[in-house]
């Protein structure tokens, strides 16, 4: 288990990404913004119960790269990146694929939290038991939660195409019990509907999913506002990053 304080030293280096606190918006008298607004108010509403039981609004404060000079504005580092930057500090000195092929190392993997697995089922998340399963809209978001922001939107593409799936499906099921009672000619012209609906139906979904994808990856930190700084940039635009970050902590959010 590694020290806190050793974290913070890597998080640094690896250039972390760290969620601004809700408190650190009150403090410079800024709102912190949601993703409902009506006129110049953002509209904070409940949104899930987290997988440690506390209720989680809506409100999506933004991602920094983490500096030692804003620790005490910035949430403590989610899980998943504290395993994202642990990895790329052991790839620098040591080959953990070279190592389990010549069995130095048997298997090396991160371990799960089995509270939150159990959590995760017990709201019916890939329950085997459960084959008729309706996706719950707000799911995604206790999968980012614990896996991570990259493996929830896929589920959050899974479950809103499914959900979505839902119309179509009923009209396609109705669809051989009306054919064969009415005329030929009426049956294409039904046919013909039935494509362009599914057209508009097509349209419309995608527009919705990328519409809903990108509020959840600005919540999660995923959006165009958090960038990744590379390995081969990172002598060029670090020390910017570090400048600018800085002055933000010193003056407005």
């Known amino acids: ?13 690896e250039e972390a990404r760290a969620r601004l606190k809700i408190t ?13 607004k009506v006129g110049k108010e953002w509209r ?18 933004a991602f920094v790269r983490y500096i030692p000079a804003l620790h005490d504005v910035v949430e403590d580092l989610e899980d998943t990146e504290m395993l994202r930057i642990l990895r790329h500090a052991l790839r620098k000195h040591v080959r953990v694929q070279l190592m389990e092929q010549e069995e130095v190392v048997r298997l090396f993997f991160p371990i799960h939290k ?16 459960k084959p008729i399963y309706f996706p719950k809209l707000n799911m995604p978001d206790n999968v980012s939660e614990y896996f ?14 499914t959900r979505w799936l839902v119309i179509p499906a009923v009209f396609s099921a109705a669809f051989p019990f009306v054919r064969p009672h009415i005329p ?9 509907c039935f494509g362009g609906f599914l057209c508009i139906w097509t349209t419309v979904f995608l527009a919705r ?28 635009c670090g020390a910017a990053a570090r400048k600018t970050f800085a002055t933000c902590y010193t003056g407005p959010l």
């Open 114 to 129: 089995w509270e939150g697995l159990q959590e995760l089922h017990k709201r019916g998340w890939s329950d085997p038991y």
């Open 24 to 36: 650190a918006y009150d403090a410079s008298n800024l709102k912190c913004p949601t993703d409902e």
């Open 184 to 192: 030929t000619h009426e049956a294409h012209r039904l046919d013909s």
């Open 44 to 61: 904070i509403n409940p949104v899930i119960e987290t997988l440690k039981g506390a209720v989680a609004d809506n409100r999506c404060p």
């Open 148 to 161: 991570g922001a990259h493996v929830a939107a896929y589920f959050h593409f899974y479950n809103a195409f």
């Open 209 to 236: 999913m990328k519409h809903t994808m990108n509020e959840k990856l600005l919540r999660w930190g995923m959006g165009e506002s958090v960038q990744n700084v590379t390995p081969a940039s990172r002598m060029n």
């Open 1 to 13: 288990m590694i020290d806190k304080e050793k974290a913070m030293e890597l998080a640094d280096e």
